[in-house]
């Protein structure tokens, strides 16, 4: 089983930053994919950002590109959003989900997640 928890949401003026976290535990993440989704209220959950954990290939929602960066510390077994020049459009949970060992690619589909953290909330005020 593992366990995600997500930390570093809050709220922040338009064009600030914030770094988001979301450590893993119950294994090693040597072959997976982990990824940073975002759900705003009355809209579906939608993929921001991707990582795969043994090579740091990313793939990114257009919107976001060049404003944030998923990253992630092997040893902490920690996967990180960098998020930077934040607008209002922003605003929303944010979940970090994670694969199976059987998830080898990115992919934008929540469904082939199959764990999730609690969310942190993100606000980006005008």
């Known amino acids: 089983q593992v366990h995600l928890v997500e930390s570093g949401g809050g709220l922040v003026q338009a064009g600030g930053s914030l770094r988001l976290s979301c450590a893993a535990s119950?294994?090693?993440?040597?072959?997976?994919?982990m990824g940073w989704f975002r759900q705003a209220p009355g809209k579906e959950r939608e993929f921001v950002a991707g990582?795969?954990?043994?090579?740091?290939?990313?793939y990114y929602e257009d919107s976001v590109k060049g404003r944030f960066t998923i990253s992630r510390d092997n040893a902490e077994n920690t996967a990180y959003l960098q998020m930077n020049s934040l607008k209002p459009e922003d605003t929303a949970v944010y979940y970090c989900?994670?694969?199976?060992?059987?998830?080898?690619?990115?992919?934008?589909?929540?469904?082939?997640?199959?764990?999730w953290g609690q969310g942190t909330q993100v606000t980006v005020s005008s």
């Open positions: 119950g294994r090693s993440f040597s072959g997976n994919v």
């Open positions: 990582i795969k954990w043994n090579t740091g290939a990313t």
């Open positions: 989900a994670a694969g199976r060992n059987t998830l080898f690619v990115i992919t934008t589909n929540p469904d082939s997640y199959a764990y």
